[in-house]
C-alpha cells in the first residue's frame, strides 16, 4: 500500500520526464509535503497478516560402531500471507482535482454546479476492494546414509597409504504448491444501475470495478510550487459490501448521465496457481590421503525439475471466477546432472620440515556445477525459460599462524550462470496492454478516431483502433495466448458492449547469461580464548552477455508494427484520448525502450551497478571469569563500494537517444555499524540442566534518514529513491536442554 519511490508519482499527464529518455517519473521526496518515514499515505486501508506453521521429523541411527550411518527425514511448511492493497499498479499517481464544475446539473447552475473539491489533491484506486491471499505448501522427505573406512588402521603397511575414505548418497524429494488468489469488487449485476445495462460491460471486468477517489489534503489553488503543498493520508471510508448506494455514471449506450442504486460485491478476480515437482540423487566420496596432507571429494548429483501451471479460470455471470474449474496443466520438465570435484593439499611438514610460527599451510581447488529449481519462469514471448544452471571454480590458500590463533584465506573464483535472471529490465508489453485499455475507454466513451489524429478508412470506432492496437502486438507473443497458454487477453463483445479483460505473463522474467569473477580475503584473529576478531574483504566483477535481448526485439517489433499497419495511423493517434494529444512512441521510447536498450549495450561490459568492493569486522568479546561472567559485547562495521545508478544520455547516429555507458554516474558508498550485548548462563528447571541465553541486538547502529539514490536521471539528478535502513533492536532469548 505505500505509495512508489517513496512518495507517489506526480500526476503523469504532467510529468515530462515520461517522455525523456534516461530519465525517471517525478516522485515526491519532500517530507515537508508528506512525511512518509512516519504514514502510509494509504492510511487504515494497509492490513498485512503471515501465518507460518512447520513440521520436521528426523530419525538418526549409527550403524557398525558409528562407521556407517542414516538419516531419513520429513520437512512440511505452510505459508500464507493476506493483505490488503487497494491501490495497486498504476495507482501510485497524486492528481490535482482540476474540474471546477461537476457533470451535475441544476436549474441554477444549467452548465454544471461548481465543484467544492477545485484544486484538492486526489489519488485513485482501480478497485478499491482489492486484496490478496497468498499460500506456499511445500513438503519433502529425504533420505541420507554414509559409510566410512579408515584404512590407516590396517596392519598392511601398503593397505595404509589407501587413507580414510566416506561414502555419502542422498535421495530427495520436494513438492511445492504455491497459490495466489486476488479479490475485487465488482457493482451487482442484479441491482437496478447494474454494469450490463448501465454501462455495457459484463460483471467483474475493469470498467465493472468499485473505484474511488480519496482527497489527500486541502486546495492547492494558491500554491506558488510543490513544495507549498501539503499531503495528508486517507482518512475517508470505503463503501461497505452489501450496502446500497446511488451512482451516477456515463451509459455509452445512451451516451448521457444515468442515476440508479447497486451494492458492491466481493469477487475472486483471478486465481493462478504453480505446482513444482524436484526429484535429486546425490553420490559423493571424500578422501583423505597421506596423513590427511591430500583432501578429495568428488561429487555427483541429478536433479529432475517438472513444474505445473493453472489454467485461466471463466467467469461466472456475478463476475467471480469459477474456482470449480481450477487444474493444473505440465509447464516445464528439466533434467541436470551435476558434478563437483575438489583438491585440498596440506603442507607436508614431515618432508620439508615444520614452518615458522607454528604455521600450517593448505591450498585447495574447487569445480563444481549447480542447477537450481526456481519453478516457472516465461520470458516476454510467454514461453518457458526453464530453471538457471551455474559452474563455479575457486582456487585458494589458508594460512594458520601461532597454533590457530591468527589465520588467512585468500580465495579467487569465477562463476558462469545460463539463464541468469535480470532485474530492472521493464516489461515492453505493458505499455501495449495500456493503449488498448485507453482505446477501449474512448470507444466507452463515445470519442471519434478522426479527431484524435487515428485517420484510416477502417477506423470508424474506437473498438477498430483497440483492434488494430491488438493486431500490433507481436506475432509471437500473439500465437503464444489463450485460455490452455496461462495467459489470455481479450476482448470482450462488440459496440455497445465492447470491453477489454487484460491479462499478465505468469512469473515474467528478463534473462542473460553472466560470468562473475572475484577475490575474498579473509583474517581471522584469536588474541584471547575470549576474543574473536575477524576481517572479510571482497572483489567481484560481472559481466553479462545477451542481457534483454528478447525484450529489445518484442519493443522494436512493436514500433515497427505502429509506422507500418495500417499506413502508420496508429503512430500518429493520441495516446490517451481526450486528456493527451501526443502519439505513443516517443512516450514509449522514453519510459520503456531507453532502459531496455541501456540493458542490452550493457552486454560484454563490466556491470557498473555491481559494488566492487565490499568489506565487513565483526568481533565479540566474551566474560569468562569476574563478576561479569557469562556477559559478552560485540559489534560489526560494513562498508560497501558505490555502485552505478545511471548513465548521461547522447545522440546517436540514428538521432536516438542513448546511454553513454563509458560515463556511468555512481549511487554514494554506504556503511553501517551493528551492536549486540549477550548474557549465558547454566539453570535448573525442574531438576533439569537448562542453557540459558538472552541477547540484545542492535542493526544499523548509525542511522540516519538521508535518502538512498538507486536511480539518477539522464542529467545526474537521481530519479529514484529508497527509504534508508532503520536502526532495529531485537531480543533474542532461547533455553537448550
Known amino acids: 500500500g505505500a505509495p512508489q519511490g517513496p512518495g507517489g508519482f506526480l500526476r503523469g499527464t504532467g510529468d515530462i520526464n515520461r517522455v525523456r529518455a534516461g530519465y525517471f517519473r517525478t516522485r515526491l521526496t519532500d517530507r515537508n509535503v508528506f512525511d512518509y518515514y512516519e504514514e ?78 477545485f484544486g484538492r489533491p486526489f489519488i485513485i484506486s482501480r478497485d478499491v476492494f482489492r486484496d490478496q491471499l497468498n499460500t506456499t505448501d511445500r513438503e519433502a522427505s529425504q533420505a541420507t546414509a554414509f559409510f566410512r573406512h579408515d584404512f590407516t588402521k590396517s596392519e598392511s603397511r601398503w593397505a595404509r597409504w589407501l587413507g580414510r575414505h566416506t561414502v555419502s548418497g542422498l535421495v530427495f524429494r520436494t513438492d511445492i504448491e504455491r497459490t495466489n488468489r486476488t479479490y475485487g469488487s465488482t457493482w451487482d449485476p442484479a441491482g437496478a444501475l ?71 460485491l466481493r469477487i475472486l478476480s483471478n486465481l493462478r496457481g504453480q505446482v513444482e515437482e524436484v526429484s535429486s540423487e546425490a553420490l559423493t566420496l571424500q578422501s583423505q590421503w597421506f596423513s590427511d596432507h591430500l583432501t578429495t571429494l568428488v561429487g555427483w548429483r541429478n536433479d529432475e525439475s517438472t513444474a505445473l501451471t493453472s489454467i485461466d479460470l471463466p467467469r461466472l455471470p456475478n463476475g467471480d471466477r469459477d474456482e470449480s474449474q481450477f487444474s493444473f496443466l505440465p509447464a516445464s520438465t528439466q533434467t541436470q546432472e551435476s558434478w563437483t570435484k575438489s583438491v585440498v593439499l596440506r603442507y607436508p611438514d614431515r618432508l620439508f620440515g615444520e614452518l615458522p610460527f607454528g604455521a600450517d599451510l593448505r591450498v585447495f581447488w574447487n569445480d563444481s556445477e549447480n542447477f537450481n529449481p526456481v519453478g516457472q519462469r516465461r520470458n516476454i514471448w510467454n514461453e518457458e525459460l526453464g530453471s538457471p544452471s551455474a559452474a563455479t571454480e575457486e582456487i585458494g590458500l589458508s594460512l594458520s599462524l601461532f597454533r590457530g590463533k591468527l589465520d588467512f584465506r585468500f580465495t579467487s573464483y569465477e562463476t558462469s550462470i545460463v539463464g541468469d535472471a535480470v532485474g530492472g529490465v521493464p516489461n515492453p508489453y505493458q505499455y501495449q496492454n495500456a493503449m488498448i485499455v485507453r482505446m477501449t475507454g474512448a470507444h466507452q466513451a463515445g470519442l471519434i478516431p478522426s479527431q484524435f489524429g487515428y485517420i484510416h478508412p477502417t477506423f470508424n470506432t474506437f473498438e ?25 487477453p481479450e476482448f470482450i463483445g462488440t459496440g455497445a458492449t465492447f470491453g477489454w479483460d487484460p491479462d499478465t505473463i505468469t512469473n515474467l522474467t528478463s534473462v542473460s547469461d553472466t560470468v562473475s569473477e572475484g577475490l575474498e580475503f579473509e583474517v581471522i584473529w584469536n588474541p584471547t580464548p575470549s576474543w574473536r576478531i575477524a576481517v572479510n574483504a571482497s572483489k567481484n566483477e560481472a559481466v553479462k552477455a545477451n542481457a534483454a535481448a528478447e525484450e529489445l526485439a518484442f519493443a522494436y517489433e512493436w514500433i515497427s508494427n505502429l509506422q507500418t499497419l495500417y499506413g502508420g495511423a496508429l503512430s500518429r493517434g493520441s495516446r490517451n484520448p481526450p486528456t493527451e494529444t501526443l502519439p505513443p512512441i516517443p512516450q514509449y521510447r522514453g519510459e520503456t525502450v531507453s532502459q531496455i536498450e541501456t540493458a542490452n549495450a550493457l552486454s560484454g561490459t563490466r556491470s557498473p551497478e555491481i559494488r566492487e568492493w565490499r568489506f565487513n569486522l565483526v568481533t565479540r568479546y ?29 545522440e546517436n547516429e540514428a ?38 541465553n538472552i ?23 537521481y530519479g529514484t529513491v529508497r527509504v534508508p535502513p532503520y536502526r532495529m533492536w531485537s531480543l533474542n532469548n532461547s533455553f537448550r536442554f
Not at 448501465?198 to 480519496?214: D, E, H, K, R, Y
Not at 558508498?669 to 549477550?678: K, M, P, Q, R, V
Not at 541477547?695 to 539528478?717: H, M, Q
Open 40 to 117: 502510509l499515505m494509504t492510511g487504515a486501508f494497509d492490513f498485512r497478516r503471515q501465518e507460518f506453521d512447520a513440521l520436521d521429523v528426523r530419525l538418526e541411527q549409527l550403524l557398525l560402531g558409528g562407521k556407517a550411518g542414516f538419516e531419513l527425514a520429513f520437512n512440511k511448511q505452510d505459508f500464507s500471507t493476506a493483505r490488503d492493497f487497494a491501490f495497486g499498479n498504476g495507482d501510485e499517481e497524486i492528481y490535482i482535482d482540476a474540474s471546477r464544475f461537476l457533470s451535475v446539473r441544476s436549474t441554477a447552475y444549467p452548465n454544471g454546479i461548481p465543484n467544492p473539491n
Open 194 to 264: 447494474n454494469p450490463l445495462t448501465s454501462i455495457a460491460q459484463p460483471p467483474g471486468t475493469f470498467a465493472a470495478q468499485v473505484n474511488a477517489w480519496f482527497y489527500l489534503g486541502d486546495s492547492l489553488i494558491n500554491a506558488n510550487s510543490l513544495s507549498d503543498a501539503r499531503i495528508q493520508a486517507i482518512s475517508g471510508s470505503r463503501p461497505e459490501f452489501g450496502e446500497t448506494y446511488t451512482l451516477r455514471v456515463y451509459d455509452p449506450t445512451s451516451r448521457s448521465f444515468v442515476t440508479g442504486t447497486s451494492r458492491p
Open 464 to 488: 477498430d483502433v483497440a483492434r488494430a492496437y491488438f493486431e500490433a502486438i507481436p506475432a509471437r507473443l500473439r500465437a503464444n495466448m489463450g485460455p490452455d497458454k496461462n495467459f489470455n
Open 622 to 650: 566474551e566474560f569468562r571469569t569476574g563478576p561479569l561472567r557469562g556477559f559478552s559485547i560485540g559489534g560489526a562495521a560494513r562498508w560497501q563500494d558505490k555502485a552505478g545508478i545511471g548513465y548521461p544520455f547522447i
Open 655 to 692: 538521432g536516438n537517444e542513448v546511454a553513454d555507458l563509458s560515463n556511468p554516474y555512481y549511487g554514494p558508498e554506504e556503511f553501517n555499524l551493528d551492536a549486540s550485548l549477550g548474557y549465558r548462563r547454566k539453570i535448573n528447571l525442574f531438576g533439569t540442566d537448562v542453557d540459558w
Open 695 to 717: 541477547g540484545l541486538n542492535i542493526r544499523n547502529l548509525v542511522a540516519d534518514d538521508e535518502l538512498i539514490p538507486i536511480k539518477a536521471n539522464a542529467d545526474g539528478t
